[in-house]
């Protein structure tokens, strides 16, 4: 499968901007090395990826990828970004249907992580496969990292960064899950885009993790998957200045 990472995006006003001091965070150094790095060298050795297309961080002087490499400058969006990102893996390789997508801001990955789920995502069953980190997973091990959680029925989870999409989705122009990832921000919005009987079933745990996430697809026009990832290292994306200790802290033993 080819891959997008995600490395755009100044920390200038958040938790780590007293480390960054304003520049990129996926640049930001730890345990030796910039952030975004960490998680290139893993795909680097990872048989199962192809082409990377690196977005944000347009000289690639300064980072260093085995895999075929293409460097791509911030859209500004999230959205924004992905579609560009997909565009460019379509012209090259417009056989392919799907695409999986990183963080810059998980460096504690690893090969083996990527090559278990790439092994789940290439099936390509469904438009969307989004990976998830059960809280007992992710405390032990990184106990007190402090994630948000959501609880669904039985299970509380957190989200991951490890993930895979179709491009035909992404690029479709008129999907209603970009309207719901750019009202991130208004969740009144989002609740009347994912349908009252859906999110009164995830407050009041009615239905599992594998309803809402059939349920919500549905409405949103799209196939989708929610994937439960064994590996606590999808979801420690480093936002908070005592997470990137603990990071930090672990890739140095």
């Known amino acids: 499968m080819d891959a997008i990472v995600l490395a755009g995006g100044k920390s200038t006003d958040d938790p780590l901007s007293a480390l960054t001091d304003g520049g990129l965070k996926s640049m930001l150094p730890i345990a030796g090395k910039p952030m975004v790095q960490w998680v ?13 297309v ?44 799907h695409v999986v997508s990183f963080s810059a801001d998980i460096p504690a990955i690893t090969t083996e992580i990527i090559e278990h789920l ?17 809280r ?24 991951g960064d490890l993930n895979a999409f179709s491009k035909k989705a992404v690029l479709q122009p008129d999907a209603l899950w970009q309207e719901l990832i750019k009202s991130r921000k208004n969740p009144l919005k989002q609740a009347g885009m994912i ?29 989708g998957k929610a994937v439960r990832v064994p590996f606590a290292e999808v979801g420690m994306d480093v936002d908070k200045p005592f997470q990137f200790e603990m990071v930090q802290a672990d890739l140095l033993r």
Do not use: W
């Open 40 to 52: 290139l060298d893993a795909i680097s050795a990872a048989k199962s990826i192809d082409t990377v």
């Open 195 to 223: 349908g009252i009987d859906s999110l009164l079933g995830l407050v009041l745990g009615f239905l599992d993790l594998d309803q809402v996430a059939t349920r919500v697809c549905a409405r949103l026009g799209i196939t």
């Open 54 to 97: 690196l977005i944000g961080i347009e000289d690639a002087s300064l980072i260093q990828c085995s895999k075929p490499l293409v460097t791509l400058p911030d859209e500004g969006t999230l959205i924004g970004n992905i579609q560009r990102a997909s565009q460019k893996l379509e012209e090259i390789h417009p056989n392919e249907t």
């Open 118 to 134: 790439v092994s789940i995502y290439q099936k390509a069953e469904v438009d969307i496969y989004y990976g998830v980190v059960e």
């Open 136 to 159: 007992a997973v992710m405390e032990k091990r990184f106990p007190g990292s402090k994630r948000t959680y959501i609880k669904v029925k039985k299970e509380e989870v957190c989200g």
